[in-house]
């Protein structure tokens, strides 16, 4: 139940949340910096270029040939890590057959992809870049972020966004997520720029606190929210001051 749940809710974030991209256009593959780079299909998947190897942060929707992008910049090999496990990050892992993802997302990953687990201060060290994965359960129960310290990035998936953030359903906890926030805002001195897969392709830390107090305002019972029909079903979106959430 809790997987076919989890199947909905990233259907159901898929046909709410607004992207830089508009549909049936190409994919694109944007350079953020040097062997720094952006694949931006509806949901945005980012790469890092190594001196030993190439990481992929999550598959999107599957529609892009990763290899083929990535050959265009690089022959090392490619590993692959999921910040969560939401169809519109997970599905081109068939072109991989296995991930690094946090164990509670398990049972969100396609039983024939080989799941590598991740854990909170695991280290992925691909030379040029050495990422700290950072558990925020919230989003889903086993949400990541990747921290880089040297370069001050953090690579947030959707958990640090202007939203409409996706927190409904049985994998997302508004408590989780608000602990979450308010553990990574302990790190906001390492981050300059945050990245996230929707929207907005970079924030300021700023926003981590943003989400804290938006989030918290929703808990509170003081957001209005407007209500959206989406397949077929009334869903509420929660605009804050800054973030809005789409949650029951």
Known sequence: MKKITSLIAGLLMTATVCTAQEKGSEPKTIKIDDNFYCIDDFSRQFFFIGTDKVLLVDTGFGRVDFTARIREFSDLPIEVVITHGHVDHI????????CLVNERDFSMI???IKKKPLEDGDKIDIGNFAFEVIEIPGHTEGSIVLLEKNKKI???GDSVQEGPI???GDVSKFDAYIASMEKLSKFKKNIKTIYSAHNTISYGPEYIKYCIEDAKLFKA????P???EVMGKKRKTYKGKHVSFFAD
Do not use: H, R, S, Y
């Open 91 to 98: 599905g081109g892992l068939n072109q991989f057959g296995e």
């Open 110 to 112: 396609p039983e024939d």
């Open 154 to 156: 953090l690579i947030a």
């Open 166 to 168: 996706f927190m409904f």
């Open 221 to 224: 019972g003081k957001i209005v």
């Open 226 to 228: 407007e209500e959206t």
